[in-house]
């Protein structure tokens, strides 16, 4: 296999190696730097040995996640306030070929699901990754983890009821979620309070994520009362030359907000019955840098 051909095979599974590492690492600049590193084994190997690149590409991407995984937590860093993950742009489009698998791709890479992962040991995280969001065969998974299938098949129902167990119950339907979103943009940009405060559900709760260098919220509020109030003193305080785009983050609608032209938060909603059960606020300027070139 030439040089030309190694680097064709591995860009044309770049975009699942790095669906992977995402899923497993919740932030950008660490999943690149995995895929970066499974690139490197990969022009090393030899590879007139392997059968299956994807199969093999895949593996080495989790080891080396799952590595990275243990490293972070292993430093024990405290984070200031609530942790979300860094938002990412998700366009399926073509690549998804239904409906019912677009929606489980765009499920495991939500927020909601990314925080939940967070709580999950390394191991747990990967089979469930594997198994959830590219719907890999225990047997491969096991062959990729070095373990027996048993023991993934009891990692991926613990992993399965622990997700199930904590995230939040939402309306997955596509359509109203981003009916309500233009909805909420329409009611921001135009400084209409009651509008968003007749979105909000009874017990909404909001999630903000400033890692101690922006402004929000250092717990999470619950409430429409908390959040309600929330909402008004950001409008009050305003922000200069502030513009709003809708785009699609994470699997989902969400609006950037701009100040001065640069990113200044991402918000995201969750809905049920009609109304916002969860709210999103992304103010950490080291996860919106990515952001930064959207047109």
């Not at 959040?227 to 983050?249: I, K, N, W």
Request: aromatic residues 6%; hydrophobic residues 45%; proline residues 5%.
């Amino acid at each position: 296999m030439t040089t030309d051909t190694a680097t064709d095979v591995f860009e044309e599974h770049r975009p699942v190696l790095l669906g992977v590492a995402y899923r497993m690492l919740g932030r950008l600049a660490d999943a690149e730097d995995v895929v970066q590193d499974a690139w490197l084994r990969w022009s090393g190997a030899d590879r007139s040995a392997v059968r299956e690149p994807r199969g093999y590409l895949v593996r080495v991407t989790t080891r080396l996640a799952i590595d990275r995984l243990r490293q972070i937590k292993s430093r024990g860093e405290t984070y200031v306030g609530p942790w979300l993950p860094e938002p990412c742009v998700t366009d399926f489009g073509d690549a998804v070929p239904d409906t019912a698998e677009q929606a489980v791709l765009a499920d495991t890479v939500s927020l909601a699901v990314l925080v939940v992962l967070e709580s999950l040991s390394p191991l747990e995280r990967a089979v469930f990754v594997l198994r959830e969001a590219f719907g890999y065969p225990y047997a491969e998974i096991a062959a990729m983890l070095e373990r027996g299938e048993a023991a993934v098949r009891q990692l991926a129902g613990r992993a399965r009821k622990h997700v199930d167990e904590r995230r939040p119950r939402y309306d997955v339907d596509p359509a109203q979620r981003r009916d309500l979103t233009e909805r909420f943009l329409a009611a921001a940009s135009g400084g209409d309070l009651a509008g968003l405060m007749a979105m909000l559900a009874p017990d909404v709760r909001l999630v903000g994520d400033s890692g101690g260098k922006s402004r929000a919220p250092l717990r999470v509020l619950e409430s429409s009362d908390k959040v309600g109030r929330f909402l008004l003193g950001v409008a009050r305080q305003g922000m200069p030359d502030v513009t709003y785009q809708l785009l699609e983050l994470n699997g989902g609608p969400a609006l950037l907000v701009r100040s001065g032209g640069k990113p200044d938060s991402v918000v995201q909603v969750d809905v049920v019955d009609g109304r916002i059960q969860s709210m999103y606020i992304v103010r950490n300027p080291d996860k919106l840098v990515s952001l930064a070139g959207i047109a």
